[in-house]
């Protein structure tokens, strides 16, 4: 069993940047791959990208690709998200969670266990 909970969640200007947290608590933190979906308002939770159990593989959706960085610190049960030039499209609540995979995974589905999420809005 794993809890997670996001944190870093707020209000910030178009092009400005954010770090998302992702604190796990419970047994064997490093043999999940891990990954942040977002929700914008009104559309469907979507994926935004994944790690792999050591970090040492990531893969991201093509449109944060190159603006967003996943990266994990399984010494400190935590996983991160780097967002930077954020757009007002980024605007959505964001959830982390974690696979029993070791490998990334790109499919809500494929993950059991979530958090509560954190609201990011991007004003314009």
């Known amino acids: 069993q794993v809890q997670l909970v996001e944190s870093g969640g707020g209000l910030v200007q178009a092009g400005g940047s954010l770090r998302l947290s992702c604190a796990a608590s419970g047994r064997n933190f490093s043999s999940y791959a891990m990954g942040w979906f977002r929700q914008p308002p009104g559309k469907d939770r979507e994926f935004v990208a994944t790690i792999n159990w050591s970090g040492g593989m990531t893969y991201y959706a093509d449109r944060v690709k190159g603006r967003f960085a996943i990266s994990r610190d399984n010494a400190k049960n935590t996983m991160y998200l780097q967002m930077n030039s954020l757009k007002p499209e980024d605007t959505a609540i964001y959830y982390c969670?974690?696979?029993?995979?070791?490998?990334?995974?790109?499919?809500?589905?494929?993950?059991?266990?979530w958090g509560p999420g954190t609201q990011v809005t991007v004003s314009s």
């Open positions: 969670a974690a696979t029993l995979f070791t490998t990334v995974a790109a499919a809500a589905d494929d993950y059991d266990y």
